[in-house]
């Protein structure tokens, strides 16, 4: 992949925009999303794990003596003034994936660097940068000094040509003449030297003829995909559908090939969306694993395949550069800017699927509460997944099947901890 280093942030500079950038990210707040149908809020300010979540050892986990181990009995009404709601636990399975800031980078297969073909004066401009323009679309016009020569240099071997035939002619009908009185009039020496001189006629047209063929092609490259002669003056076009990104010359200038491009054009229909993936995140990513793009916190998200994973990490940062070519017809994406994005592993977590927010933390053990009955509940340390659109993978402690709390779990956890003594709550009725 080929970077202008002049035009584009450096790769470290990006990463400080990244830092800042992911600040305004992290004040919207992740939002539940639907089971079933397109994504369409921004990723959490915490990225969902790559691996499946072990079982926490932190020192402020509960002892197995301080567990709630008792039900937790509460009423009907109570369960209803508190707006607890419960969910059947199903058999499923969700990918890892991680939340990461990412840059525009464009695609330089897909960009025109144009240079005149030929030396000149320009007569007008027709363009600006920024502009949008079609693939054949005049961008300026020169007056090209190098066309005329050109011209002169064809002439010039076509007359030569025109004149190596006629002495080619004069030399056959010489030797012809010399075949025919041969014996007689002409010696046989002579019918030998004119048979010469028609020998090297016919070499000096073949020469002409081939200088004159290279004069005409060299001509015809003065007419190109990005540019077209009429007379001795040139129109330089666009060969491809794009935006300007810079043009350097002005009405009254001189150009020539031999310098700088004179015209920028980008298609910026498909760039490249660049994540930068921890080094350990990365090793769970491979190429063609779903990704999603957020152009901004509000955004609904463009949707690709992850198509490069770079070899090397970046010893600054320590972060590995995952690329994704992304559908840009709609002009969201424009070089540089800073995204979020979803990167998704290929490979799945099966176990016990539940809404996310059953799952509360008692110390830093992970638990549900599980229905026993329409008025007890009982909490249950388990083993998390990942999670995905408000729903999590529970890999140990839950079945399928069983009921548990969504809606108002942290009442639960609240009062299993106020009051862990058996038949506490609205009186167990």
């Not at 942030?9 to 992740?30: D, G, I, K, M, N």
């Not at 607890?84 to 969700?94: F, P």
């Not at 075949?179 to 028609?198: D, H, M, P, T, Y």
């Not at 890999?395 to 069983?402: F, I």
């Amino acid at each position: 992949m080929i970077i202008n280093p002049t035009r584009r942030l450096s790769a470290r500079y990006r990463c400080a925009l990244l830092a800042l950038t992911s600040l305004s990210f992290a004040l919207v707040p992740e939002i539940g999303l639907a089971q079933a149908g397109p994504v369409s809020t921004p990723p959490g300010t915490v990225s969902a794990p790559v691996a499946p979540s072990a079982p926490s050892t932190e020192s402020g986990s509960q002892s197995p003596a301080d567990w709630p181990n008792a039900p937790i009995a509460i009423s009907r009404e109570a369960l209803r003034q508190e707006g607890i709601h419960t969910a059947l636990a199903r058999q499923g399975a969700l990918p890892p994936h991680v939340d990461v800031p990412a840059y525009i980078d464009q695609d330089d297969r897909r960009s025109a660097r144009i240079h005149p073909v030929g030396q000149g004066r320009v007569q007008s401009v027709l363009v600006t940068p920024g502009e949008i323009v079609k693939k054949g679309q005049v961008l300026f016009t020169y007056d090209d000094f190098s066309l005329s020569d050109a011209h002169q240099r064809l002439l010039s071997a076509e007359a030569a040509v025109q004149q190596a035939r006629a002495l080619r002619d004069d030399a056959r009908l010489s030797y012809d003449r010399a075949r025919a009185l041969q014996g007689g009039a002409i010696s046989q020496g002579e019918a030998q030297r004119r048979r010469s001189r028609l020998q090297d006629a016919e070499g000096t047209v073949k020469r002409s003829e081939a200088i004159a063929q290279n004069e005409r092609e060299r001509l015809a490259r003065f007419s190109s995909s990005s540019e077209k002669t009429e007379g001795l003056h040139s129109s330089v076009i666009s060969p491809i559908d794009g935006i300007v990104n810079k043009i350097v010359v002005g009405v009254g200038e001189e150009v020539s090939g031999r310098a700088a491009p004179a015209v920028e054009i980008d298609d910026l229909s498909r760039v490249w969306v660049v994540s930068q993936v921890g080094e350990q995140q990365a090793t769970h990513l491979s190429r063609g694993g779903r990704q999603l793009t957020w152009p901004a916190p509000d955004a609904k998200p463009i949707e690709s395949r992850i198509d490069l994973i770079e070899g090397s990490v970046d010893p600054m940062t320590r972060h590995v550069l995952v690329r994704s070519l992304v559908d840009n017809s709609k002009r969201q994406l424009r070089p540089d800017m800073l995204v979020k994005t979803r990167l998704f592993s290929t490979e799945t977590v099966h176990g016990i699927v539940i809404p996310a927010s059953a799952i509360q933390k008692i110390g830093s053990q992970p638990c549900v509460f599980v229905r026993l009955d329409d008025t007890h509940y009982q909490a249950r340390k388990v083993t998390t997944g990942p999670d995905l659109d408000g729903r999590i993978v529970v890999t140990q402690g839950l079945k399928p099947g069983e009921t548990v709390v969504t809606d108002g779990s942290f009442v639960l956890k609240s009062q299993a901890l106020l009051a862990p003594e058996p038949n506490h709550g609205e009186g167990g009725q």
